[in-house]
C-alpha cells in the first residue's frame, strides 16, 4: 500500500497570510499617516500661500500709472502737459493667431509699419498677459470702426490713456527733449516694479534729467474677475502718486524773441541770470518738434530730421564747439593783467601784422593796415590782433589755459539737462596725445586771439560772460527753478563754483570798461550794435574764421566772404551783459557761417530789458557785423 503525500501546509500558509497582512498594514499606516501629516502642512503650514493662490483664480492686482509732473515756465506758461487720447492695446495671451488678428485690425483701422514694428518690440519686452499699445491717438471714427467690430477682436480693448504733448512745439525742444516708449536699455536702468504700468521714459533733455522727479510712483487695484477672466469690479485700490511739477528758469517769452530772431539761420543764443546762474533762454536753430518723438516717429520723419544738412537735431547750445574767436579777449586781457604781462599803460604800435622774434613769418591782424599804437583798453574795443599776439607770446600756453580753465572753459558747465560738451583748452600734451604732433609758438599766439584748436560751447560762453558781470562769483548755470510736490514748493539755490579771484579787483573795472567802448567808440568793433541803445552794455564782438582768403579787400568790404559758398562763411559771435551797474541778463550769441550775431544779440537784450519791440523803433539789421 502507497504512502499518502500531502499536498498542502496550513500552517504555514496561515503564518505567510498574517507576515503579508502586517506589511500591508504597517505600508498603509505609513501612507495614512505621510498623508495626515501633508494635509496638516498644506493647512497649517502653507495657508496664506493657499489661500493667495486661491484668490488668483477671482482676484487680479493690475497695476495703475502715476500721472506725470506738468512743466511749467518762469512764468506759470504749460510748456509739457499730459492729454487725453484712446489707445488700442492687445492682450497677446488671450489671441490665438496674432499676425492674423492684426492684419484683420489693419483693415478696419489703418496701422503704420512704424506702429506695427513698435508694437512688435515691445511684445519682447512684456508679459503675454500685459496690455500692449498698438496704436495711440485714435480718431473718434476709428474708436467707433473698432466697438462696431470688436467681437471680432476678443484680445483687444480700447483704453483711455494720456499722453505727452508739448504746447511750444520746437521753442523749447532742445530743453524738454521728449519722452518715448521703454525700450530694452531703458529696462537695465529702471525699476522695473514702479514702471509695471508705464510705457513711456524721458528720453532727452528735461525730460530724461529729471526722470525720477516727474515720473511719480506706481499704484495697484485689486479686482475682481468672472470667469473669463475679464474684470467685474474694484475691490480695493492704492492710488499712484502723481510726479512733481517742475518750473523751469527760461522765461518763454524771451525764449520765443531769441528764436524769432535766430529764425532762418544756424546758431545758439544762451541768456544766463548773472546773479543765480538761471538760464533765461537757450536758443538752438534750426530746431525740432519733440511732439513727432512721442508715439514714436515715422522713419521718413526721422530720417527727415537726420539727414537734414541743418542738423535739426543736434544741440548746438550745449554741443556746438565753435573757435572762442575775438570773444576769448576779455579772458586773456584778464590773464595778463593778473599775472603781471600787462598793464594800462603797456601799449604797441600794430602795423598790420605780428611777427615773433627769429622768425619770418607773419601773423596777420584782422586789419591790414593795422591799428597804428594802441594799449589794453583800445585792443579790447577795436578787438586788434596785433596787441593779443604779443600778450600770448608773453603768457605762454600755460597762463593762457590757466586764465580759460578759471572761466570754466575746457570743463563742463554743469547745467542740468545732460548732453554737453566740454570744448578744448589746448595744452602741448593734448596736442601730442590728439594729433601727435609738437607744440609750436605760432600755437600759443593764434590761441590768444581765440584761433587754432581752441573751441568752446555758448553755454561756456554765457557762463562766462556772466562770471565778469559778476566781477568773478561764478555759478552753476541751471534751469530748474522750483519743484512742486502737492503743495510743498522746494525752490533750486544757486550752486556757487569757485570764484575767479585776481591780484586787482581794478582789473575788473579796466576790462568792463573796455567792452562798455566796444559799443560806445567809434573805433568799437560793436559800435552799430549801441545806436540809440538806452542802457549800458558790456560786449565782446568775435569771428571764427573757417576759410582763409589770401588776397584780402584793401577797402576792408565783405564782398570777399560773399564769394565763398555758405558752408565756409565765417561764424560770427556775441557776448554782453547788461546793465552794467547792475547786470540782470548776460548773453552769447554764436550764428554759423553769418555776420549777424551783433543784431540777433540786439533785438534779445532789447525785449527783455525794455520789452517786445515797438514798430516805429527799428533795429539795424547789420549791428555787431565787424570782422571781428
Known amino acids: 500500500m502507497q504512502k499518502r503525500i500531502a499536498i498542502k501546509n496550513h500552517l504555514e500558509e496561515i503564518q505567510l497570510t498574517t507576515r503579508r497582512s502586517i506589511v500591508a498594514f504597517v505600508i498603509m499606516l505609513i501612507l495614512i499617516s505621510l498623508l495626515i501629516l501633508r494635509l496638516a502642512f498644506l493647512q497649517l503650514m502653507q495657508h496664506d500661500l493657499y489661500t493667495t493662490l486661491s484668490k488668483k483664480n477671482w482676484l487680479d492686482i493690475v497695476p495703475t500709472e502715476p500721472t506725470r509732473g506738468l512743466i511749467y515756465d518762469r512764468n506759470g506758461v504749460l510748456l509739457a502737459e499730459n492729454i487725453p487720447v484712446f489707445s488700442l492695446d492687445v492682450i497677446p495671451n488671450k489671441i490665438k493667431n496674432l499676425p492674423q488678428m492684426l492684419a484683420s485690425i489693419s483693415k478696419i483701422i489703418p496701422l503704420s509699419d512704424t506702429e506695427i514694428a513698435q508694437f512688435h518690440k515691445?511684445?519682447?519686452?512684456?508679459?503675454?498677459?500685459?496690455?500692449?499699445?498698438?496704436?495711440?491717438?485714435?480718431?473718434?471714427?476709428?474708436?467707433?470702426?473698432?466697438?462696431?467690430?470688436?467681437?471680432?477682436?476678443?484680445?483687444?480693448?480700447?483704453?483711455?490713456?494720456?499722453i505727452r504733448h508739448y504746447p511750444m512745439a520746437g521753442t523749447v525742444g532742445h530743453i524738454l527733449g521728449y519722452v518715448g516708449r521703454i525700450n530694452t536699455e531703458d529696462l537695465e536702468d529702471i525699476d522695473t516694479t514702479n514702471y509695471s504700468a508705464t510705457n513711456y521714459i524721458g528720453k532727452l533733455g528735461i525730460e530724461k534729467f529729471y526722470e525720477d522727479e516727474l515720473h511719480g510712483t506706481v499704484g495697484y487695484e485689486q479686482a475682481e474677475n468672472d470667469a473669463s477672466g475679464q474684470p467685474v469690479r474694484v475691490l480695493n485700490s492704492i492710488k499712484p502718486i502723481p510726479g512733481n511739477n517742475l518750473y523751469l528758469t527760461i522765461d518763454i517769452n524771451l525764449q520765443i524773441a531769441a528764436e524769432e530772431a535766430l529764425a532762418g539761420s544756424r546758431g545758439a543764443v544762451v541768456a544766463i541770470q548773472p546773479s543765480t546762474g538761471q538760464v533765461l533762454a537757450l536758443v538752438s536753430e534750426p530746431t525740432y518738434d519733440p511732439n513727432l518723438f512721442v508715439a514714436g516717429i515715422s522713419n521718413q520723419d526721422f530720417q527727415t530730421l537726420q539727414q537734414s544738412q541743418d542738423k535739426p537735431l543736434y544741440n548746438r547750445a550745449l554741443r556746438g564747439l565753435y573757435p572762442l574767436a575775438s570773444a576769448i579777449k576779455p579772458f586773456i586781457a584778464l590773464g595778463a593783467l593778473d599775472t603781471g604781462v600787462t598793464d594800462t599803460h603797456f601799449s604797441i604800435f600794430d602795423p598790420g601784422w605780428y611777427q615773433l622774434p627769429n622768425n619770418s613769418h607773419r601773423f596777420h591782424d584782422w586789419k591790414p593796415k593795422g591799428h597804428g599804437r594802441v594799449n589794453l583798453s583800445q585792443a579790447i574795443t577795436a578787438s586788434c590782433d596785433t596787441y593779443f599776439f604779443e600778450l600770448g607770446h608773453k603768457m605762454g600756453i600755460k597762463r593762457i589755459d590757466d586764465i580759460l580753465v578759471r572761466f570754466g572753459f575746457g570743463e563742463l558747465s554743469g547745467i542740468d539737462i545732460g548732453e554737453e560738451l566740454p570744448g578744448v583748452v589746448a595744452t602741448p600734451a593734448w596736442k601730442r596725445k590728439t594729433k601727435d604732433l609738437p607744440w609750436y609758438e605760432g600755437d600759443t599766439i593764434v590761441s590768444a586771439i581765440g584761433q587754432g584748436y581752441m573751441t568752446a560751447t555758448p553755454i561756456q560762453l554765457g557762463a562766462a560772460t556772466a562770471t565778469i558781470a559778476n566781477h568773478g562769483i561764478r555759478y552753476v548755470p541751471h534751469l530748474l527753478l522750483k519743484e512742486v510736490t502737492g503743495k510743498e514748493v522746494e525752490t533750486e539755490q544757486p550752486i556757487a563754483l569757485d570764484p575767479v579771484v585776481l591780484q586787482n579787483n581794478d582789473y575788473w573795472n579796466t576790462v568792463i570798461q573796455a567792452m562798455e567802448e566796444v559799443i560806445t567808440s567809434p573805433l568799437g568793433t560793436g559800435y552799430r550794435f549801441g545806436k540809440n541803445v538806452p542802457y549800458t552794455i558790456a560786449a565782446k564782438t568775435g569771428t571764427g574764421q573757417l576759410f582763409s582768403i589770401k588776397k584780402r579787400d584793401k577797402n576792408e568790404k565783405a564782398a570777399p566772404q560773399m564769394t565763398l559758398p555758405e558752408h565756409l562763411r565765417d561764424h560770427s559771435f556775441f557776448i554782453a551783459f547788461a546793465p552794467v551797474e547792475k547786470p540782470e541778463i548776460a548773453i552769447a550769441v554764436v550764428v554759423e557761417n553769418s555776420v549777424l550775431a551783433g543784431s540777433i544779440a540786439r533785438k534779445v537784450l532789447d525785449y527783455y530789458l525794455l520789452g517786445p519791440p515797438k514798430p516805429e523803433t527799428p533795429i539795424d539789421t547789420e549791428a555787431g557785423s565787424s570782422r571781428t
Not at 140 to 162: D, M, S, W
Request: avoid cysteine; hydrophobic fraction near 35%; charged fraction near 35%.
Open 122 to 162: 515691445e511684445l519682447k519686452q512684456h508679459r503675454r498677459f500685459d496690455e500692449i499699445p498698438l496704436k495711440y491717438r485714435l480718431s473718434e471714427t476709428e474708436v467707433a470702426r473698432f466697438y462696431e467690430n470688436q467681437y471680432h477682436f476678443p484680445g483687444a480693448v480700447i483704453k483711455a490713456r494720456l
